[in-house]
């Protein structure tokens, strides 16, 4: 089995920056034939997708509406990829997920995804 979970919500200011962290574990996994898609979901509100990264090639893509302050990267951990979020806004604060898909796959559609991360929070502090 594939298992990814995310790490690095929390609290911050607005305006501030914050890294997101998705790491993937399980059975024996050849981290590079993953295809890694980050993703944010405000309550109330339907999934939607940030950008992907490929493993194998390093192909990085983001979604139209989210390119600017949003940066997608691969850890010096073969298992680990980043989302750096900078000029954090209101419409930053909701739930962020990661997602892994066996092929590798970049795309901001949800449906290739294999396992997905429980989600980690981002919520601005007073």
């Known amino acids: 089995q594939l298992w990814v979970v995310e790490s690095g919500g929390g609290l911050v200011h607005p305006g501030g920056s914050l890294r997101l962290s998705c790491e993937a574990s399980g059975t024996v996994v050849d981290v590079y034939a993953i295809g890694i898609g980050w993703f944010r979901q405000a309550q109330g509100k339907e999934r939607e997708g940030i950008g992907c990264i490929s493993l194998r090639s390093g192909y990085i893509s983001y979604v139209d509406s989210m390119e600017g302050r949003f940066t997608i990267s691969r850890g010096n951990a073969k298992n680990t990829v980043y989302l750096q979020i900078e000029d954090m806004k209101s419409e930053d604060t909701v739930l962020y997920y990661c997602?892994?898909?066996?092929?590798?796959?970049?795309?901001?559609?949800?449906?290739?995804?294999?396992?997905w991360g429980p989600g980690t929070l981002v919520t601005f502090s007073a």
């Open positions: 997602a892994a898909e066996n092929a590798s796959v970049c795309t901001s559609s949800a449906a290739p995804y294999d396992s």
